[in-house]
């Protein structure tokens, strides 16, 4: 019986041990092996969340059986609970593109918000991502994307900026889904210095017929103090790196704002649309289209 004690008291601590260790996690392509930097980790049913940083690395301080929901452009989403593994691979994704000769599309379109006044601004949370409703139902076409438009205005006083975009499809309830990026577009202080706020992305070749797509965006910033860099975020408006355009026409919107958010740091990591809310208003942004 007294043997049994010990046994159970090291039992115990190692089951405390497990619910609380700091981890060292690389995220790679599961073919060639190589870094997948700024992926976004999520630990499901939970208020954190992660991202890996320029060489693909995170560290996380977490429990051993936490489920964590890896994404990242290009690639499946994963869930995965970690156990004694260092690396999550994720897997290309196989997007089946229309069969178009591209060479015949010759007429271009901006869509979504182009005008926008330098004076109506809002704080971007860095532990939200937001994702712009884009309106393509009038185009009755199948087409390309070849730029994307975002007008941003940057806090200087913020080092290391880094900005990620995404494209998704709408899912059956209106909301964002699918990602039709090929690989990620990573925005950093140069992008925002320039002021031109258009990204060429045609080299991605993405050719769609969608009417609605989401032009995503979100946030942070990198600590490269440390020996291994991390990414940083906060919900400090002074050290929020950029400020969005909105729409002065539209804000702040009665109804059906074309502004959605998920929120980084909460248990629920659904989108959330904002149908009778003035927040957050209709912010500027559009793709410009070959077709």
Known sequence: MNLRIPLILFLLLQTLISFS??????I????DKTPLPYATIKVVNSNKGFHSNRY?????KINELD??????SGYSKRNVVIHNSDT???????????????????????VGTFKYSTHNTLVFTTSMEYAIKIDLTQIKKTYKIEKVFLPVKLNKRIP???CKLHIYKADDKGMPSD????KPIILKKEYFLNASFFVDISEQNIITSEEILFLGVECFYENISKETPEIQTSNNHYNSPIRLFYDNETHPPKVNSQTFYRIFDRKNYNWIGNENSSFPPNFCGGLVILY
């Open 28 to 31: 790679a392509d599961s073919e």
């Open 179 to 182: 990602e039709l990026l090929e």
């Open 56 to 60: 693909g690395v995170v560290n996380l």
């Open 88 to 110: 999550i691979f994720l897997e290309r994704k196989i997007n089946m593109l229309p069969e178009v000769v591209v060479t015949k599309m010759r007429e271009r379109q901006n």
């Open 21 to 26: 260790q700091n981890k060292s996690i690389l």
């Open 160 to 162: 290391n900026l880094i």
């Open 67 to 72: 489920t964590l929901l890896v994404e990242y």
